[in-house]
């Protein structure tokens, strides 16, 4: 079975400092990981995706997250926070053969002025 | 590239009422489209996965005739809430993907329903 655990329900950043988002996965096979985003009352915008290419994924607005297999994690940074990024983040593993997505529970993130 | 609406955006209704949300992709063919219920301040949950031209797959512990959904072309699927109680209320969500195993989903800006 597969799953999927974002660590933090919360997590608050000042402006300009780096923000590190934290997903760890459980799955029988190789995984497919999504981070999506969401802001207040809008649909889900898809940030990067990992799927057995290079580890390191880069993806819109500055974020990027490494897969490592030996840690089952796929963790989500962005070198500095910008207003603009407060939102709900989602980690999202797809289910092998059946395309359909588990979701993590989200993580909220606050910037600060 | 990969757009996917919704529409409405927002409905109120009375309870007893059906209600009807379209999900469209405007710029790809969405062989599978999926629906999800989203609570305030939850995670997304899935309700079915369709595929065009066949009956839609349902979650375990979603009421099929409740929840009707409809995948009648590559770009067009509908979820119809038949006698829509306050407890439908939500936040209705669909993604589009074009088939492929492990492929992205590309979500629907949401359509909140409100039943009074």
């Known amino acids: 079975a597969q799953s999927v655990t974002q660590l933090d329900s919360h997590v608050s950043v000042s402006e300009g400092t780096p923000v590190l988002l934290r997903c760890n996965y459980s799955?029988?096979?190789?995984?497919?990981l999504f981070w999506y985003v969401q802001h207040p009352n809008k649909g889900l915008q898809l940030l990067l995706k990992?799927?057995?290419?290079?580890?390191l994924v880069k993806g819109i607005n500055g974020f990027e997250a490494e897969f490592k297999k030996s840690e089952t994690s796929f963790h989500l940074t962005k070198p500095s926070a910008h207003m603009s990024d407060a939102a709900e983040y989602f980690c999202?593993?797809?289910?092998?053969?059946?395309?359909?997505?588990?979701f993590g529970t989200g993580t909220r993130l606050k910037v600060l002025a | 590239g990969a757009v996917v609406s919704q529409h409405p955006s927002r409905v109120i209704c009375k309870s007893g009422t059906s209600v009807k949300i379209e999900c469209r992709s405007l710029?790809?063919?969405?062989?599978?489209m999926f629906w999800y219920r989203q609570f305030p301040k939850k995670s997304l949950m899935l309700m079915a996965t369709?595929?065009?031209?066949?009956?839609?797959?349902?979650e375990q512990g979603v009421e099929k005739d409740k929840f009707l959904i409809n995948h009648a072309s590559l770009t067009l699927s509908t979820l119809t809430v038949t006698s829509a109680h306050p407890e439908d209320s939500s936040f209705y969500i669909c993604?589009?993907?074009?088939?492929?195993?492990?492929?992205?989903?590309?979500f629907g800006p949401g359509t909140r329903l409100l039943v009074l």
């Open positions: 710029d790809f063919q969405a062989t599978t």
């Open positions: 993604s589009g993907g074009m088939g492929a195993i492990q492929e992205t989903q590309y």
């Open positions: 990992y799927t057995s290419a290079a580890t």
């Open positions: 799955s029988s096979y190789s995984p497919s």
């Open positions: 369709s595929n065009e031209g066949s009956k839609a797959t349902y």
């Open positions: 999202v593993v797809s289910t092998s053969g059946t395309y359909k997505y588990i």
